[in-house]
Structures are given as C-alpha cells and as structure tokens.
C-alpha cells in the first residue's frame, strides 16, 4: 500500500509560481509511473505532468507546456511539480498520483493523495 502526501498548494496572484511536492510512503516509488492530475469543479479529472518511471520521460498536458515543470527524486520519494506563471484557469484541485502503467487517463493509476488546492485569482 502506498499513500502519498500532497503540499504546496494555495492562493497565488495571475503570473505567480507554485511548487507542489508529493511524498509518498509505504512503498518505494522507483517503479511507479508518477505525476499530477487537477480537476476544477464541475469537470473531469485530467492529467497535467507526467513521469515514466522507466525513461524518466514526461508528459506534460498542452495547458502548461513550458509552464511546468516535474521532478522525480527516488531517493527521497517524491515528486514535485513546479508551476510557473500561473493563470485564473489553473484554478483546481491538484492531485498526485502513481501507479504501474503509464498513462494519461485517471483509471490506470493505483493509488492517489488526498489533492491540494491551487487558487489563481486575476
């Protein structure tokens, strides 16, 4: 069983940053495709970053390309996101997450942290 641990998150002007940090523990995150979901009320959950664990290749969603960046530190079990130059529809809850197939779509993950909330205003 692995539980992750999500922080970071909070209130932030239009072109502000963020970093969202992700710990997990249980369970060692080497082998684990990992990365962060949002999803903002009314609206279905969609992936942001991505990282395959094999590679350590990323996958980031069109909205924040060149806005983001992701990490993956196996040695102290983390991922962090770090958001860049932010926008009012950033605003959602975000969420981290790991499991073994490498995906873009919310059902092939395993295990999921309780989500942060991350609020843009204008």
């Known amino acids: 069983q692995m539980l992750l641990h999500e922080s970071g998150g909070g209130l932030v002007q239009a072109g502000g940053s963020l970093r969202l940090s992700c710990v997990a523990t249980?369970?060692?995150?080497?082998?684990?495709?990992m990365g962060w979901f949002r999803q903002a009320p009314g609206k279905d959950r969609e992936p942001v970053a991505l990282?395959?664990?094999?590679?350590?290749?990323?996958y980031y969603n069109d909205f924040v390309q060149g806005r983001c960046t992701l990490s993956k530190d196996n040695a102290k079990n983390t991922v962090d996101l770090q958001m860049r130059n932010l926008k009012p529809e950033d605003t959602a809850i975000y969420l981290c997450?790991?499991?073994?197939?490498?995906?873009?779509?919310?059902?092939?993950?395993?295990?999921w942290g309780q989500g942060v909330q991350v609020t843009v205003s204008s």
């Open positions: 249980g369970r060692a995150i080497n082998h684990f495709n």
């Open positions: 997450t790991a499991g073994g197939q490498f995906s873009t779509k919310a059902a092939h993950y395993t295990y």
């Open positions: 990282i395959r664990y094999i590679d350590a290749s990323t």
